[in-house]
């Protein structure tokens, strides 16, 4: 069996003149099947991959592209090139190299925000993912240079959170290969656990965890019973968010002894600042929503202690997925809810979550 490097090695010097022969991609193209088959195949070998990874590779759809990619994605998170976030073996357009990248989908920001304003946001999700994460000090966090000529190639440029580039000028170090995939998927994995899957709302979920660290790091605020008058008005700047108090989530975790209130039995690790067991404060009714209460919903009855990945689930899974468990939390809450003046019935809670 060819070893991955000669492989790689006689894909970049065909490809050129391939390119200049063929118009179409197709697989009478000779290149076709050594990077949609065998490359990605060797990779998964090369890699151990587990069976949650899918690896692919591309020349183009229609048209051979300038920028010929291999892709690792978790299946969790995508299995599109088009969208989410991935590894991605990115060719130079002259073929004399090629970067291993932690990059994004380009379509998706392109569909949601268009192309000038999508290269902008595109960029500073980069540079938010970048600084979320603590295993990507040694490697290159500018945009790429892949000679692009065209938005999508472009957008792989831009959408660069960490790389390392491979010159095809010398004959490859595959060990120096594993380490770099190695270190990038350790990185997947923490942006993975941080994001979640949805890459494109990374500024708002980074902030969550800024603000579940500064409950953290609070003293409990006790607040009078009854209902609660509304503290302040919309967030500067903002069309949906409210303020939120650190001391009243904090009083909140307390008094669910910082245990998993959708499963006591859920175990995270002990929190280096408050010497308790790691638990995150949840809105049962989202601050998003507090234009339709006369009164304040930040309070500690609508505040659930959840383990990270329980709150990950109200956030992010499907509504059939995490119904039965806001279903449980809500009839828990409802009667001290109605104590706090805070009136809704399950339906139109339910439609927070839709």
Not at 123 to 136: D, M, V
Not at 162 to 167: D, G, L, P, R, T
């Amino acid at each position: 069996m060819p070893n991955l490097s000669r492989l790689i090695e006689d894909f970049s010097y065909n490809y050129l003149s391939e390119k200049s022969t063929y118009i179409k991609a197709k697989k009478t193209v000779p290149s076709w099947s050594k990077i949609v088959n065998i490359i990605p195949n060797e990779f998964v070998e090369f890699l151990s991959l587990p069976y949650s990874f899918k690896v692919i590779g591309s020349i183009g759809k229609g048209n051979i592209t300038e920028i010929p990619w291999i892709c690792f994605f978790d299946k969790d998170i995508t299995i599109s090139a088009q969208f989410g976030y991935y590894i991605v073996l990115l060719f130079k357009t002259d073929m004399t190299g090629f970067f291993v990248s932690l990059n994004q989908g380009w379509t998706q920001y392109e569909n949601e925000y268009g192309v000038k304003k999508g290269k902008r946001i595109i960029k500073e999700n980069a540079q938010i993912a970048q600084n979320s994460l603590r295993t990507i000090a040694d490697f290159n966090k500018d945009t790429l240079d892949l000679g692009a000529t065209r938005p999508l190639g472009k957008g792989y440029e831009l959408g660069n959170i960490a790389s390392k580039y491979f010159s095809l000028s010398k004959r490859l170090d595959e060990d120096e290969l594993f380490q770099t995939f190695r270190a990038l998927l350790a990185a997947y994995s923490e942006l993975k656990g941080s994001v979640g899957i949805d890459i494109l709302n990374i500024k708002s979920l980074i902030s969550e965890d800024l603000y579940q660290s500064a409950v953290q790091k609070s003293e409990p605020k006790e607040i009078e019973s009854g209902p609660a008058k509304l503290r302040s008005q919309k967030l500067k700047g903002s069309t949906n968010s409210w303020p939120r108090s650190v001391g009243i989530s904090k009083a909140a975790l307390d008094k669910a002894g910082y245990k998993c209130e959708a499963d006591e039995t859920h175990q995270t690790f002990m929190a280096n600042v408050s010497g308790q067991q790691f638990m995150e404060a949840h809105h049962l009714i989202p601050m998003e929503f507090q234009e339709e209460f006369i009164y304040s919903i930040d309070v500690p009855e609508n505040i659930v202690s959840l383990c990270p990945n329980c709150h990950r689930k109200v956030h992010l899974s499907v509504i059939d997925e995490k119904l039965p468990l806001l279903e449980k939390l809500f009839m828990e809450r409802i009667g001290s809810l109605k104590e706090r003046g805070i009136r809704v019935g399950f339906d139109k809670f339910r439609s927070f979550y839709e």
